[in-house]
């Protein structure tokens, strides 16, 4: 595709629900990327996938996030039993490779999640 | 204390004057640093980044470095009303290199 795409860009969720972020990266690149980024602040890294594998996942704010990239192309965060303070923009990026800098991280637009 | 320290702004520039941007940060190990743009509700796009030591020009766009002050700096030319935005230093360590870590941002405003 023309760039990475995410769905849906918005999504309010009440207190408690389970919700799911897909990621669509440009096709071809290996690695993918998920960035939570509050408000007034910069995008913290989540989770890095190369292809299926999830090689680091320290990111992830508790046991409530999982992140799963089956076939090596759409990647899908889910959250589970919402809280308030997981209300953020979740960023998703992918790249060629997993050097950045040998290689740029191109971002999505971005779900914006709100937990009432 | 964050590793990547940027001051919130906003800084104000009449157009056509140089904005200078700053970023320190706190680890030595750090080894590539970035700039990203991010408008409002947009995704933050890459402006250049840089490893050495010195400086890195592209159009009006001039990156900084000093890692002996752990501090990187961005450096925008002949500022325009579209400059407007907020400006994200990151960097990335040797370990790591596929993980950006991002400051809060400098909101940066271009007067007409």
């Known amino acids: 595709g023309a760039g990475v795409s995410q769905s849906p860009r918005y999504k309010v969720a009440k207190r408690g629900q389970d919700v799911a972020l897909r990621c669509d990266p440009i096709s071809g690149h290996v690695s993918l990327f998920w960035y939570q980024q509050a408000l007034g602040q910069g995008p913290e890294f989540l989770t890095y996938?190369?292809?299926?594998?999830?090689?680091?996942k320290s990111g992830l704010p508790s046991d409530r996030f999982f992140a799963e990239r089956p076939e090596g192309s759409v990647s899908t965060l889910k959250i589970q039993r919402t809280q308030q303070e997981d209300s953020a923009v979740y960023l998703c990026?992918?790249?060629?490779?997993?050097?950045?800098?040998?290689?740029?991280?191109?971002f999505g637009q971005g779900t914006r999640l709100t937990v009432v | 204390q964050k590793e990547v320290e940027q001051n919130s702004g906003p800084l104000s520039v009449p157009e056509g004057a140089i904005a200078s941007l700053n970023c320190t940060y706190s680890d030595r190990g750090s080894q590539s640093f970035f700039w990203y743009r991010q408008y409002s509700g947009k995704s933050p796009e890459l402006i250049m980044f840089i490893y050495s030591n010195g400086d890195k020009e592209d159009g009006r766009f001039t990156a900084q470095l000093n890692k002996a002050s752990q501090y990187v700096s961005l450096l925008i030319r002949d500022s325009q009303p579209s400059d407007s935005a907020t400006y994200l230093c990151a960097v990335n360590h040797e370990d790591s290199s596929y993980k950006l870590i991002f400051g809060s941002g400098t909101r940066l405003l271009v007067r007409p």
């Open positions: 990026a992918s790249s060629l490779g997993g050097i950045i800098g040998r290689t740029e991280a191109f």
């Open positions: 996938f190369q292809n299926e594998a999830q090689l680091d």
